[in-house]
């Protein structure tokens, strides 16, 4: 089981652009799914991002589709979150998740109940 932290979250004007990042501790992680949820005071959390172990699937939501990146570096233990074009919209406090690998991951990466480990969470918050 990974430990899961997240940091680089803020105060940003609209247009303006964070990266987020999560680190892990644990040698799993780097067999490990990963993905970014967020989620809005007094709403559901909702799927932003993800990727598979190797980098070589990733995914997003519609609302962040060509705005938002995800990577990871394996060897560093990290994934991340790049965030241009901010809206307000986009305010929410954001997580980071790890999944066991598994082949299911490629139907339910968008599902929270896909994920077993999860960060504490880092405020971003995006002004008009």
């Known amino acids: 089981q990974v430990q899961l932290v997240e940091s680089g979250g803020g105060l940003v004007q609209a247009g303006g652009s964070l990266r987020l990042s999560c680190t892990a501790s644990?040698?799993?992680?780097?067999?490990?799914?990963m993905g970014w949820f967020r989620q809005r005071p007094g709403k559901e959390r909702e799927f932003v991002a993800a990727?598979?172990?190797?980098?070589?699937?990733?995914y997003y939501a519609d609302s962040v589709k060509g705005r938002f990146t995800i990577s990871r570096d394996n060897a560093k233990n990290i994934v991340y979150l790049q965030m241009n074009s901010l809206k307000p919209e986009d305010t929410a406090v954001y997580c980071c998740?790890?999944?066991?690998?598994?082949?299911?991951?490629?139907?339910?990466?968008?599902?929270?109940?896909?994920?077993?480990?999860w960060g504490q969470g880092t405020q971003v918050t995006v002004s008009s």
């Open positions: 644990g040698r799993a992680f780097s067999r490990s799914a």
């Open positions: 990727i598979n172990w190797s980098s070589t699937n990733t």
């Open positions: 998740a790890a999944d066991a690998f598994r082949s299911s991951w490629y139907r339910d990466y968008n599902s929270s109940d896909q994920y077993n480990a």
